[in-house]
């Protein structure tokens, strides 16, 4: 998408805004990958993905993979950022941003696969709840989580965890009491059931 996002910018994305609009750009699930692309309306006859860089041909969409995509929105694009700050400065921006109604994704060359995000998310929030909500976690089950739940080739699954437990530590931070309870037990019953805690 380069020259509008880079790769490896933060990109906010607004899940409330599904309906396609010619011309913007939408982060989309196309074949389990996560995918941000610039969409062009033909109406009622085709959809074009196009990238901001010219090395990359469009790519039109009809019929049933026209629907896929429309069926497939995430949201749409409304900031995205280049961070040249150190690593903290990039948690403490990530982190200002968590209250809204919008999901954080870092663009890739390639695109990210939406399952690993699902699986790094599912297990941050469980594991920014460990010591807020008084537990501790077996290690050797979460070793074995990963182990099961997730491929070892994926490179980004890491980055993305940890950007998940910071988000999800900062979130929990401003809970009140009945939703520090209901969280804290949902967490309790997850990591039961996955042997985390017995």
Not at 10 to 36: E, N, P, W
Not at 76 to 86: A, K, L, M
Not at 127 to 144: H, K, M, R, W, Y
Request: contains cysteine.
């Amino acid at each position: 998408m380069e020259p509008a996002i880079y790769h490896g910018d933060l990109v906010m994305i607004d899940q409330r805004k599904t309906h396609i609009r010619s011309g913007k750009i939408y982060a989309f699930i196309d074949s389990d990958a996560l995918r941000i692309k610039r969409i062009v309306v033909i109406p009622e006859t085709a959809l074009i993905l196009r990238s901001d860089n010219p090395k990359h041909a469009p790519d039109h969409r009809v019929g049933e993979a026209m629907n896929h995509v429309s069926q497939n929105i995430l949201g749409r694009v409304v900031w995205s950022g280049h961070s040249w700050g150190s690593e903290t400065e990039r948690t403490i921006m990530r982190n200002l941003f968590l209250g809204l109604p919008v999901l954080f994704v870092c663009s890739m060359a390639n695109a990210q696969n939406f399952e690993s995000m699902q699986r790094a998310t599912e297990l941050g929030t469980v594991i920014a709840a460990e010591d807020l909500c008084g537990l501790t976690f077996d290690q050797s089950a979460v070793s074995d989580w990963i182990d099961e739940n997730t491929d070892p080739s994926d490179m980004s699954f890491p980055g993305t965890l940890q950007m998940m437990v910071d988000g999800s530590t900062f979130q929990n931070s401003g809970m009140s009491g009945s939703a520090l309870t209901a969280h804290c037990r949902s967490v309790e019953r997850t990591a039961r059931h996955f042997g985390f805690i017995e």
